[in-house]
Nanobody, 124 residues
Protein backbone atom coordinates (compact mmCIF):
# COMPACT_ATOMS: atom_id res chain seq x y z
CA UNK A 1 0.00 0.00 0.00
CA UNK A 2 1.44 3.32 -1.09
CA UNK A 3 1.59 5.88 1.69
CA UNK A 4 2.44 9.55 1.42
CA UNK A 5 3.25 11.66 4.45
CA UNK A 6 3.51 15.43 4.21
CA UNK A 7 5.20 17.74 6.66
CA UNK A 8 6.56 21.25 6.86
CA UNK A 9 3.44 23.34 6.85
CA UNK A 10 2.94 26.22 9.25
CA UNK A 11 2.16 29.88 9.63
CA UNK A 12 4.35 32.57 8.10
CA UNK A 13 4.09 36.20 7.22
CA UNK A 14 3.78 37.38 3.65
CA UNK A 15 7.14 37.26 1.91
CA UNK A 16 8.27 34.32 4.00
CA UNK A 17 9.45 30.85 3.03
CA UNK A 18 8.31 27.34 3.81
CA UNK A 19 9.55 23.97 2.62
CA UNK A 20 7.11 21.11 2.45
CA UNK A 21 8.19 17.49 2.41
CA UNK A 22 6.41 14.43 1.05
CA UNK A 23 7.85 11.03 1.90
CA UNK A 24 6.52 8.01 0.08
CA UNK A 25 6.59 4.33 0.97
CA UNK A 26 5.07 1.08 -0.18
CA UNK A 27 5.50 1.52 -3.94
CA UNK A 28 7.38 -0.63 -6.40
CA UNK A 29 7.57 1.59 -9.49
CA UNK A 30 10.41 4.09 -9.63
CA UNK A 31 8.81 6.06 -12.45
CA UNK A 32 5.94 8.20 -11.33
CA UNK A 33 4.58 11.70 -11.14
CA UNK A 34 4.57 13.25 -7.70
CA UNK A 35 2.59 16.41 -7.41
CA UNK A 36 1.74 19.07 -4.88
CA UNK A 37 -1.83 20.31 -4.80
CA UNK A 38 -3.62 22.79 -2.61
CA UNK A 39 -7.16 23.54 -1.62
CA UNK A 40 -8.38 26.63 0.16
CA UNK A 41 -11.78 26.75 1.89
CA UNK A 42 -14.53 27.20 -0.65
CA UNK A 43 -12.21 26.75 -3.59
CA UNK A 44 -11.41 23.90 -5.93
CA UNK A 45 -8.26 21.91 -5.55
CA UNK A 46 -5.49 23.11 -7.84
CA UNK A 47 -2.21 21.63 -8.93
CA UNK A 48 0.78 23.66 -7.85
CA UNK A 49 3.84 21.73 -8.96
CA UNK A 50 4.81 18.23 -10.02
CA UNK A 51 7.88 16.21 -10.82
CA UNK A 52 8.53 13.14 -12.93
CA UNK A 53 10.63 10.97 -10.65
CA UNK A 54 12.45 9.13 -13.43
CA UNK A 55 13.82 12.05 -15.41
CA UNK A 56 13.35 14.84 -12.87
CA UNK A 57 11.20 16.93 -15.17
CA UNK A 58 9.33 19.64 -13.28
CA UNK A 59 6.02 21.34 -13.93
CA UNK A 60 4.48 24.40 -12.32
CA UNK A 61 1.21 26.23 -12.27
CA UNK A 62 1.24 29.88 -13.28
CA UNK A 63 0.78 30.92 -9.66
CA UNK A 64 3.78 28.87 -8.53
CA UNK A 65 6.19 29.57 -11.37
CA UNK A 66 9.11 31.66 -10.22
CA UNK A 67 8.29 31.37 -6.52
CA UNK A 68 8.04 27.64 -5.81
CA UNK A 69 10.58 24.92 -6.52
CA UNK A 70 9.86 21.21 -6.53
CA UNK A 71 12.71 18.77 -6.06
CA UNK A 72 13.34 15.20 -4.99
CA UNK A 73 15.73 13.14 -2.96
CA UNK A 74 15.59 9.64 -4.42
CA UNK A 75 17.64 8.19 -1.56
CA UNK A 76 14.93 9.06 0.95
CA UNK A 77 11.92 8.84 -1.40
CA UNK A 78 11.10 12.44 -0.54
CA UNK A 79 9.76 15.21 -2.74
CA UNK A 80 10.10 18.78 -1.54
CA UNK A 81 8.22 21.95 -2.34
CA UNK A 82 10.12 25.10 -1.42
CA UNK A 83 7.83 28.07 -1.40
CA UNK A 84 9.33 31.55 -1.45
CA UNK A 85 7.76 35.01 -1.47
CA UNK A 86 4.61 33.57 0.04
CA UNK A 87 1.39 35.52 -0.31
CA UNK A 88 -1.82 35.40 1.73
CA UNK A 89 -3.53 33.80 -1.27
CA UNK A 90 -1.17 30.83 -0.91
CA UNK A 91 -3.02 29.92 2.28
CA UNK A 92 -4.46 26.43 1.83
CA UNK A 93 -4.17 22.80 2.77
CA UNK A 94 -1.35 21.34 0.71
CA UNK A 95 -1.41 17.72 -0.40
CA UNK A 96 1.08 15.57 -2.18
CA UNK A 97 -0.01 12.82 -4.52
CA UNK A 98 1.52 10.08 -6.60
CA UNK A 99 0.39 8.91 -10.01
CA UNK A 100 1.57 7.38 -13.26
CA UNK A 101 3.96 9.12 -15.60
CA UNK A 102 2.25 10.68 -18.59
CA UNK A 103 3.47 11.99 -21.92
CA UNK A 104 2.03 15.34 -20.95
CA UNK A 105 2.67 17.48 -17.90
CA UNK A 106 2.75 15.59 -14.63
CA UNK A 107 0.18 18.10 -13.40
CA UNK A 108 -2.24 16.21 -15.66
CA UNK A 109 -1.47 12.76 -14.27
CA UNK A 110 -4.29 10.63 -12.86
CA UNK A 111 -3.17 10.69 -9.25
CA UNK A 112 -4.01 7.51 -7.37
CA UNK A 113 -2.54 8.08 -3.95
CA UNK A 114 -2.84 11.10 -1.72
CA UNK A 115 -1.40 12.21 1.57
CA UNK A 116 -3.34 13.66 4.48
CA UNK A 117 -2.22 17.22 3.83
CA UNK A 118 -0.34 19.92 5.67
CA UNK A 119 -1.73 23.37 6.39
CA UNK A 120 -0.02 26.50 5.12
CA UNK A 121 -1.20 29.85 6.44
CA UNK A 122 0.25 33.13 5.20
CA UNK A 123 -0.64 36.30 7.05
CA UNK A 124 -0.42 39.80 5.61
Amino acid sequence: QVQLVESGGGSVQAGGTLRLSCTASGYSDNSACVGWFRQAPGKEREGVAAIATDIGGTYYSDSALGRFTISQDSATNTVYLEMNSLKPEDTAMYYCARGPVTWQSCLSSKYDYWGQGTQVTVSS
